[in-house]
C-alpha cells in the first residue's frame, strides 16, 4: 500500500503527520533527543532494519528535523532546532504513555531506564517536567 502524502493539505496537523505520523520516525526523535547520533547505535537501539532506518532517516533529513554531519569518516545525525521542537510532543507521549498504558509483565519502561535530555538546555529532565 502506498503511502498518502498530505503535504498540500490545508492542516497543519495533517502536514505534520507526514512526518510524525510513522512510529519510527518518532522513537528515532526520542533517540536523538537522548543522545543517540550514530546510525548503528540508532538502529541497535530500536531494533529496526538498516533499509526502514535510511528510509526514515533521509525522510527526516528532507523535513529539516535532523541534520547529516561528517565526522571523521563517519556521520552523526543531529536534531535540528526544528527538530528539537517535537521534544514537547516526545515529553508528553511518554507522560501519556506512562499513564495511561500498562508496561509488559517483567519489563521497564523506556522512561524509567533513560530519561530524555532537553533540547534547548541539554540537561537530563527530573520526573519528566521540563
Given at each position: 500500500m502506498e503511502r498518502?502524502?498530505?503535504?498540500?493539505?490545508n492542516c497543519s496537523l495533517a502536514r505534520s503527520l507526514d512526518v510524525l505520523g510513522d512510529w519510527w520516525n518518532v522513537l528515532i526523535i526520542r533517540e536523538a533527543l537522548w543522545g543517540t547520533s550514530k546510525f548503528d547505535d540508532?538502529?541497535?537501539?530500536?531494533?529496526?532494519?538498516?533499509?526502514?532506518l535510511s528510509k526514515r532517516l533521509k525522510l527526516l533529513l528532507e523535513h529539516q528535523v535532523l541534520e547529516k554531519q561528517?565526522?571523521?569518516g563517519g556521520v552523526d545525525y543531529h536534531l535540528t532546532e526544528k527538530g528539537q521542537e517535537v521534544?514537547?510532543?516526545?515529553?508528553?507521549?511518554?507522560q501519556w504513555g506512562t499513564a495511561g498504558t500498562r508496561t509488559p509483565k517483567g519489563r521497564r519502561s523506556c522512561w524509567s531506564t533513560?530519561?530524555?535530555?532537553?533540547?534547548?538546555?541539554?540537561k537530563v529532565l527530573r520526573s519528566g517536567r521540563q
Amino acid at each position: 500500500m502506498e503511502r498518502v502524502s498530505f503535504e498540500g493539505r490545508n492542516c497543519s496537523l495533517a502536514r505534520s503527520l507526514d512526518v510524525l505520523g510513522d512510529w519510527w520516525n518518532v522513537l528515532i526523535i526520542r533517540e536523538a533527543l537522548w543522545g543517540t547520533s550514530k546510525f548503528d547505535d540508532f538502529q541497535r537501539n530500536l531494533g529496526m532494519s538498516k533499509s526502514i532506518l535510511s528510509k526514515r532517516l533521509k525522510l527526516l533529513l528532507e523535513h529539516q528535523v535532523l541534520e547529516k554531519q561528517n565526522r571523521g569518516g563517519g556521520v552523526d545525525y543531529h536534531l535540528t532546532e526544528k527538530g528539537q521542537e517535537v521534544n514537547t510532543i516526545i515529553m508528553s507521549m511518554l507522560q501519556w504513555g506512562t499513564a495511561g498504558t500498562r508496561t509488559p509483565k517483567g519489563r521497564r519502561s523506556c522512561w524509567s531506564t533513560r530519561r530524555p535530555v532537553r533540547a534547548d538546555a541539554g540537561k537530563v529532565l527530573r520526573s519528566g517536567r521540563q
